[in-house]
């Protein structure tokens, strides 16, 4: 796959995350982006495998996000994994962070030149849901969609598979009982983050089928399979 050329550059909101993690890990070792800009509440350590120019850029308050809007401008791809939990942050933290922070997220893109944005969203989001979690991501998918840029991809994602850097105990035995559904319903119920990660990638990397694309789990998956990394 070629290299992208020039300035094409995008932004990681959500960085820390372990789905970010997985996108960032893919984005340095493709370089379809010569300039990547991590926005987050903490500086992540890279090491010294960064193959683009890099830029961190903290808010440590997302309540003041507008003062950062600076850190949105000069961007052709916004991805946007952002997100907590109704455990870590109660409802209404839940609700500020996946819902309000992610759409003021995206009118700053907006404002700043963004063109194409791309949002992690959650299998079965649907606005009219009884269901705290998927109304929010339901409500987001639509807030963000009407931001109007000129491409807007938004991934549902199932249960997302990976080795967590904080100890959730049950959610560790789902994820084990997941694994070995997985051997016979590979792309029914659950999804690994690596594979979430490079679905995001290909999809900026290929023409945009319509304004808003909607990518179900099954399509993350056939999207996401493994591709040999540029230079190999």
Known sequence: MA???????????????ETGRALVRELLARRPFARVTLI???????????????????????????????????????????????????????VRVDRDY??????????????????????????????????????????????????????????????RQESRPMEWITQQFLRVVALVFPTAYSVPVETVARAMVANVLQPGKGKVEVLENRAIHELGKAEPQQGT
Not at 3 to 17: E, I, N, P, Q, Y
Not at 73 to 94: E, S, W, Y
């Open 102 to 163: 992610v759409a003021q997220a995206a009118e700053l893109a907006r404002a700043g030149g963004c063109k194409h944005f791309v949002l992690q969203s959650s299998q079965g989001a649907d606005p009219r849901s009884r269901f705290l979690y998927l109304r929010v991501k339901g409500e987001v998918e639509n807030l963000v969609q009407a931001v109007g840029f000129d491409r807007c991809t938004i991934l549902r994602p199932a249960v997302l598979l990976c080795k």
């Open 3 to 17: 290299a992208a050329a020039g300035d094409r550059a995008c932004f990681v909101l959500g960085a820390s995350g």
């Open 40 to 94: 987050g509440r903490r500086r992540l350590s890279l090491g010294e495998e960064t193959g683009a120019a890099v830029e961190q850029v903290v808010v440590e308050d997302f309540e003041r996000l507008s003062e950062h809007a600076s850190a949105f401008q000069g961007h052709d791809v916004g991805f946007c994994c952002l997100g907590t939990t109704r455990a870590k942050a109660g409802a209404d933290g839940f």
